[in-house]
């Protein structure tokens, strides 16, 4: 079974308008991170996001925040004001287990994201 | 700076070569990732190391072998018996006290023929 879940192939979002990637995971384990990643064509992978299983608060970083519901099991990521730099693949992923313990990190097929001007 | 790298950025090896991508941090970090990148797909964990001459595999070991010999280098043999090495392959280091990200290398594009 898949673990991370991601159902939207390919999205598209007007400039300066939000955009949300959807993201699903599937773990047993109650100790867990979450984290977006984005892949410009250059084939560099940008951390963007982190969520923690037990953080109470929703994640924030920028224009980046982190839709997270966890009865849901879903972490979705929220762009807001887009940008035409926004366009390239994004990657959610998951470690299990503790930080200082898990080390097994699963992606999801990824997101591609195409900013119209 | 501190950071990862991955050399060379591309890679032509004929079919039935073994090829060795380098893999290089300076980030004093614990643990070191391989990963394979197939077109339009996302990343598949090929190995990992948590510590110095301790390896594990991941979901796609199989043709492929790694050594860690020293904490910074984390080099990823492709060997004749990876039935399809043409790929794009990702090198990451974490620390491992911190909750966060794997930080990523530039990546190398391995075309076999």
């Known amino acids: 079974a898949q673990k991370i879940t991601q159902t939207q192939p390919g999205m598209f979002v007007q400039e300066k308008e939000a955009v949300t990637l959807d993201c699903t995971y599937d773990?047993?384990?109650?100790?867990?991170?979450l984290f977006w990643y984005k892949q410009p064509s250059s084939g560099e992978m940008i951390f963007l996001i982190y969520?923690?299983?037990?953080?109470?608060q929703n994640a924030t970083e920028g224009r980046y925040s982190l839709n997270f519901q966890k009865a849901r099991k879903s972490a979705n990521l929220v762009i807001s004001a887009s940008q035409l730099g926004d366009s390239a693949m994004y990657f959610c992923?998951?470690?299990?287990?503790?930080?200082?313990?898990?080390?097994?990190?699963?992606f999801g097929p990824g997101t591609r994201l195409s900013v119209l001007p | 700076d501190g950071g990862i790298t991955q050399s060379p950025k591309y890679l032509f090896r004929k079919e039935g070569q073994n090829v060795t991508l380098s893999c290089e941090q300076n980030?004093?970090?614990?643990?070191m990732y391989w990963y394979r990148q197939d077109p339009g797909q996302g990343l598949r964990l090929i190995y990992y190391?948590?510590?110095?001459?301790?390896?594990q595999k991941g979901d796609i070991a199989e043709g492929y072998s790694v050594s860690r010999e020293k904490k910074e280098s984390f080099p990823l043999t492709v060997t004749s018996a990876q039935k399809n090495p043409t790929a794009f392959y990702l090198c990451?280091?974490?620390?491992?006290?911190?909750?966060?990200?794997?930080?990523f290398g530039p990546g190398t594009r391995l075309t076999v023929t």
């Open positions: 990451a280091s974490r620390t491992s006290e911190s909750s966060y990200e794997q930080y």
């Open positions: 773990t047993s384990d109650q100790s867990y991170g």
């Open positions: 969520q923690g299983s037990y953080d109470e």
């Open positions: 992923a998951m470690r299990e287990g503790p930080s200082n313990y898990g080390q097994n990190f699963v």
């Open positions: 980030l004093n970090h614990d643990a």
């Open positions: 190391s948590q510590i110095v001459n301790d390896f």
